[in-house]
């Protein structure tokens, strides 16, 4: 039977693993690091008893996605919670705006004006959430999802077009009549795409995140991220394909067109006759020989753009953060920024190079909601900024900025540390090397890496001029986050390429 062997035990390594294993395909997957996962991971970074996720942490495209349902994690022991108030985002008067699962509530949290805008958009778009996502990540071209989409929400479906290709700003301003501290409440959630709010295409990542909250909730998986990649493992496995971990390749061997294996970093060669890399584009391209792929797609690829860094802290608490607002201490996600402008300047400083003097924050409260997180009384805190993948100042200066930003809007929050943890964007390079830079999305996901752009047209349905080479992982479509239908779309591919079994009826 040939061999096909997948570079990179993240999500999406797994995910393809696990449908070419159903299809009966004979499949390793090679993974760089000690334990499989990749951004998918969890760890007691700080303290024992204490369940920190290192990188993804609310996965409302995890419960959306149709890659992810149809594996049926939960029969692998995969439990959910998902949190009432889903975010809140507070402002330096002390007051906060919240997200919560029930749409009244949020519509009363927003006030009469803005509130009702939220209520209006949320009738529009609602019933067809789950639509809407399904188009959003459906493989190129999508067929069924816009006439569908069209279909059910008529004139309006244009507008939201419209809206949702342009800034999560201006989309913000748009349907809460010019209210700012709305605006700012929704476009926090864009920072979970490591767009700035003013960005075109902030807009469908902002707007989606939060229809989610209400259609999906933003779940956390019950002991930490961890237990994602455990389930994804117990499934690969459970099918038959192979995980072998410190096993990093350094080489994809190609003769005369067609891929002939891999070559690792010490010295083993595997034959192959498949691989699927789920790696992003610049080690992608580190692992090719100039010339293997046709010269326009190499400059195309070494010219795919990374963006912004996530720079990490994870914390030990004695107890839960003391936020002045009250709508923050139930929240699972807060959004640290305070005004529009502010979180706006935030995400322009880190994309011109500059780090933040008042970073804009997404803090997990992980443990407030899900216990076996941290022991009895005590919590832990997940909190990352934007940052330039590059920056002159001391990691401890960015902890420091990020640090006075938790204390503006949480007074007394450094008493409560026990321990801390720090990544800063070059840790995470260090440890995951397809994470470059520290981008958490694979590459920026402005409008032009988008689609068919990503990363470029030849690939974006995860098929490459190399024969028997495949890609997936978050450089390519549908782009970053815990979704894995990349992997699930290389998969199938491949699968069809080979005419073998179509893996319609996983197990
Ligand atoms: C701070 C942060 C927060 C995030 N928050 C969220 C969130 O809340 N929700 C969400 O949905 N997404 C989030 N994301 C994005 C999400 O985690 C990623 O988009 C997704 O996990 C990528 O999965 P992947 O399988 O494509 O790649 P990865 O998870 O990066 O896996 C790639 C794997 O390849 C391995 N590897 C690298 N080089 C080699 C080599 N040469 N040989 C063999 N193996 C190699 C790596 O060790 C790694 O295991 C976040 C990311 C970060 C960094």
Known sequence: MTRVLVIGAGHNGLVAAIQLAAAGVDVTVLEGAARPGGATSSSACTLPGFIHDDHAAFVPMTVASPAMRELELEREGLRWVTPATVMAHPFEDGTAVALRRDVGETVASLGATAGGGW??????????????VETILAPLPPLLGPPRLA???RRDGLDWVRRMLGSIEALGLEIFDGDRRATAWLSGSAQHSG????????????LLLQVLGHSHGWPLPVGGMGAVADALLARAEREGARVRCEARVERIIVARGRVQGVRLVDGEELSAGGVVSTLSMQPLMRMLEPGDLPGRLER????????????????????PVPWTASE????????????????SAAAQAASLGDVPERPALVVGQQSLHDPTRAP???HTLYVYAHVPSRYKLDDEEVAERIEAQL???????GGQVLARAMRSPRATELENPSMVGGDLGGGTMELDQQLVFRPSPQLSRYRTPVKGLYVAGASTHPGGAVHGMSGRGAARALLRDRRWRRTTALR
């Open 119 to 132: 209520q209006r958009a949320m009738d529009e778009l609602l019933p067809h959430a789950t639509t809407l």
């Open 376 to 378: 009895d009384g005590r």
């Open 407 to 413: 204390e503006r809007f949480a007074p007394g929050f």
């Open 300 to 319: 195309r690829l070494g010219a795919w753009r990374y963006g912004t860094g996530a720079f990490k802290l994870d914390y030990a608490l004695t107890g």
């Open 195 to 206: 767009l700035p709010p003013s960005t075109a295409g902030s807009g469908a990542f902002g």
């Open 328 to 343: 923050p201490r139930a929240a699972a996600v807060v959004h640290v920024a305070g005004s529009l402008t502010e979180l």
């Open 151 to 153: 279909a059910a929400l």
